[in-house]
């Protein structure tokens, strides 16, 4: 049976921002779907499943291993990307799994391709370049020469794709650009060797800042897939619907006078009559601990103050203004109710994160409940 708090999932939402990314790129340019991390909170194997259906995705990326086999283990049939590096440990579960790797040193190419000897099966894998991220990636045009000696000695690991990751997209064209200048020179070697992978760099920010400039032959596209530009509030305008809502109702009500501390450590004290009510909600659904006293909740339509420390399971809120309040009336934590909104956006400005962090950081404890 569900809880009363649940995290709604529109994946209608997710169909529209997919369309509204596609919309500045050039004709024909693929789209991989990045559902990492519980596809950023909205879950993994739903989103992908429903992603799997439709066209305007050509492949999945994802972090890890495991996350690309539950994705086989749930039926999903596209191409899945990994976008991070690979355990040695897992290559057979690579191989057995159909996913594409990234790789970026000899080594790699080598432990991959006796993997795929060992199942009679060939191997695909992306080639990652590092541009100035620093991350992952091939660092340097030795170490380029390095890596396509390994894909020659090993025919059956096939570089289906090469990309790299920028690190400031959403806000530094310069820097963008250096990047995709020395994108652009990896892409000339490799191809005059003799190779012709698919190549892919843009992530959101560069998707909605710069849609032609570096959508190459495919994007990957995360947090505006999910409703949320990369550059937090400054982006809000582009047409982008958030696709999760968090969402309760309320537990206990009670009328408090003047001097009354609420919480953990009574940090906040009423000032006069207040009308308190408890969500059952916390951190221990990742709800942060440091909103507390921060954050709105929407109820009745109205935003209402957070109040004293958040705990781990419950919340109270001041509804004094809000009229007729009572038991089981809907709280939204993140998302619409009557004219009024908060955003992933807002809270991780108070949070002092991105929203990012407070999308993913919703606790599996959260059922998600799909529309
Ligand atoms: C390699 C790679 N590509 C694409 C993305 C998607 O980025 P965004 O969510 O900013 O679109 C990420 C996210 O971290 C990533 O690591």
Known sequence: MLRSTYAIVDLKAIDHNILAAKAGLPEGTRM????????????????????????????FGVAICEEGMRLREAG?????????????????????????????????????SAAAKKAGKNASVHLKIDTGMHRIGVPSEEALRAVLDAFERCPNVRMTGMFTHFAKSENDPDFTALQAKRFDSAVAAVRARGFSPIVHAANSGAILGAPASYSYDMVRLGIAMYGCHPN????????????LSLVTHISNLKTLGPGEGISYGQKYVTTKETVVATLPIGYGDGYKRCLSGKADVLIGGRRCPGIGTICMDQLMVDVTDVPDVKLGDEAVLLGNQGSERVTADELAELADTISYEILLSISDRVPRVYR
């Open 32 to 59: 991989l779907a990045v559902i990492k991390a519980n596809a950023y909170g909205h879950g993994l194997c739903e989103v992908g499943k429903h992603l799997d259906a439709d066209d305007s995705v050509s492949m």
């Open 232 to 243: 937090g509030k400054a982006g809000n305008d582009c047409g982008l619907i958030p696709a």
């Open 76 to 112: 999903v049939e596209k191409p899945i990307l990994i976008l991070g590096v690979t355990d040695e440990r897992h290559w057979d579960a690579v191989v057995r799994c159909d996913l594409t790797a990234a790789v970026f040193t000899p080594e790699q190419v080598y432990d991959l």
